[in-house]
């Protein structure tokens, strides 16, 4: 039978802790990569505008 090892998932085997490891790295590197697509402030510099509002007008 395989050691098995505490990790924050619970007791596992060193290959599977491995696996974790590898997947949750990445994971992280994906959300960095990839922007919102939904959200409107998320815009390259080249693609943003300055918009001028008049609030007395």
């Known amino acids: ?3 098995l090892i505490h990790s924050k998932f ?3 085997t060193k290959e599977w ?4 490891a590898k997947l949750e790295k ?3 590197k994906k959300k960095k990569s990839d922007p919102k697509k939904d959200c409107s402030f998320n815009l390259p510099k080249k693609e ?3 918009i ?3 609030w007395r007008g």
């Open 1 to 3: 039978m395989a050691k």
């Open 10 to 12: 619970g007791y596992e």
């Open 17 to 20: 802790i491995q696996a974790d």
């Open 26 to 28: 990445w994971l992280k």
């Open 48 to 50: 943003r505008k300055t």
């Open 52 to 54: 001028k509002i008049e």
